[in-house]
């Protein structure tokens, strides 16, 4: 399995574990605010925040690294620039076209690459 993927992976199993851990929470969030708010209450700005914050902005990140999670991927794999595509091997040198020497991957360089460290996929 190359690098990439390999990163690729643990940021998707980071994201499932990020939601099986946030989920609950949500749900005993929702039950509580259900059961055990005042109906008065719950127009409470403050008291939606306090009880749904953690578990939404949780599960918003879990869902953002087991869905897409690019940025993340990007950051530590560049796709774009003189790097290669499988493990970021900086290609700068090398002939336009060919096999990276750290893994192997055949690899193309384009004419207007630069090592702007760019996050395009
Ligand atoms: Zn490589």
């Known amino acids: 399995m190359k690098h990439k993927t390999a990163f690729r992976l ?3 199993a980071i ?3 990020v939601i099986a851990e946030a989920l609950p929470r949500l749900v005993t969030a929702a039950l509580t605010f259900l059961v055990r708010v005042p109906l ?4 409470n700005f403050g008291e939606v925040l306090l ?3 953690y578990p939404v902005v949780a599960v918003g990140i879990g869902l953002y690294l087991l869905l ?3 940025w993340v991927i ?14 970021a091997y900086r290609l700068t040198g090398l ?8 893994c192997g991957t055949t690899y193309q360089l384009e004419a207007e690459d630069q090592p702007t460290g ?3 996929e």
């Open 95 to 102: 002939p336009a076209e060919g096999e990276c020497p750290e």
């Open 10 to 12: 643990g940021v998707r």
């Open 118 to 120: 760019d996050a395009r």
């Open 51 to 53: 009880l749904f914050s």
């Open 40 to 43: 008065d209450d719950r127009g």
């Open 68 to 70: 897409r999670g690019d």
């Open 74 to 87: 990007n950051l530590a794999f560049p796709s774009s620039g003189p790097y290669c595509s499988e493990c």
């Open 15 to 17: 994201g499932v574990l």
